[in-house]
């Protein structure tokens, strides 16, 4: 009686146990747990049926520990599958950066709200190739494309050898992360500067936009970019590059001027609605791209003036004539050709001109309205070929497009530069140049361009 006993409690004392632990394993087996104990309890039912449950629970204990080292083998099957870094602010380290103690971690280098359309989870792959891209599972049709940020002098169509491959892609990727992290760190430090300026000199402006202050954007639907046009400063190759994101045409470099600035099928803002304009401000990436103010001003009189232009010979050349040269010729009268750039600048600081001031050498600010509308991204036309490609893999653009560099117009002619700028500036007098700058002041301002001592004084 007493073995029995025993033999009764050591069996209630495995069962007990078995089924303490598949209650944390299987859910559904607490009921049952409960039930058993109840019937222990419970005298009339005593110790019968105790064999009968030991080999059930035996049974389902063995199940529940198959499926719990099925599920152990099946996690770390996908344990390598999660190696790497994230730009999103989550560090992935892979094995050896742990084994070494070095962090991985990189902040998002542009900013969710800057680019809302399709910067939300990127992620960071360094593979065996030597460019690095940047890319997202989670990318819309649009910006399928992989973000590729080798640098354009660094590309090449040449195969790594087998021997260097994984060197020259570990340098590759690095220096691919140092120019990336300089120029978003550039278009963020130019994003507060101009916001700083506006609070400073422009805080009373009314911040209703108006289609007026749009009428300068040009829309891309496709890749929902607003590229805001300051003329002088690659605009025309802008307009092609557009072109080609919208599908209207397949190569940049077979597109005339005429067609990029005249027949072009791209749209202004201001020929949506209301509610189309806010729409595309509110979620299109907003770009604007600008130039030394001294150096634009310069390249507009020698492409308009210097060069045959009927339109502007005959609309703005014939007043300045008339007003700011003395004894004029008939000829020159009527055919409004050879304005010197003294006179142009007689009439770019006369608050009484003969004529408006036109776009190409009208303030950025003024153009563009950057106190109104906030620009995701500010270029240089000074570094033009480096942040056009940032902004073409920001945006998803094919890999093999790039921003045109050709001129094509007045091909003969030396591009303007700071030398050509000053040669220019010296036909001057010193108050005449410093009237020049007042104008430009803002822009010198907002743009984060140095005051230019050099040709002022």
Known sequence: MYVESMQSSASLLSETVGITLLAHIVPELRIMLGMKWRMTLDPQCGGRGNLYWFFVFLLFFSAGGLLLFLQQLNHSAKVPQLAGVKLDGTALQSREDKDQGKSNVMPSPISPIQFPQ??????????????????????????????????????????????????????????SLQRWRKLSSLMQQRQQLIKKMCAKYKSKVSKTITQQHVRNIFVEDKHKLLYCQVPKTGCSNWKRTLMVLAGVASDPQNISHNTAHIGSTLKTLNSFDRQGIIRRLGSYTKVIFMREPFERLVSAYRDKFENPNDYYHMTFGKPIISK?????????????????????????????????????????????NPCLIDYDFIGKFENMAEESDLLLRL?????????????????????????????????????ERQRVYDYYYLDYLMFNYSKPLQILY
């Open 118 to 175: 399709f910067w939300k989870r990127e992620e960071l792959n360094i593979g065996e190739s030597q460019e690095q891209d940047l890319g997202s599972q989670r990318i819309s049709k649009k910006h399928r494309k992989l973000l590729k940020t080798s640098p354009p002098n660094q590309r090449t169509n040449r195969p790594p050898s087998s021997s260097s491959s994984s060197s020259s892609s570990l340098l590759s990727g690095l220096f």
């Open 324 to 368: 700011y040269r003395p004894n004029a010729s008939r000829s020159a009268l009527e055919s409004g050709s050879g304005v010197t750039f003294q006179e142009f600048v007689q009439y770019f600081i006369d608050v009484h001109r003969p004529i408006g001031i036109d776009i190409h050498w009208e303030a950025a600010n003024q153009v563009c």
């Open 395 to 431: 945006s998803g653009a094919p890999r093999n497009l790039t921003l045109p560099t050709f001129k094509d117009r007045n091909v003969a002619d030396e591009r303007t530069s700071l030398k050509i700028t000053q040669k220019y500036f010296a036909q001057l007098d010193v108050l």
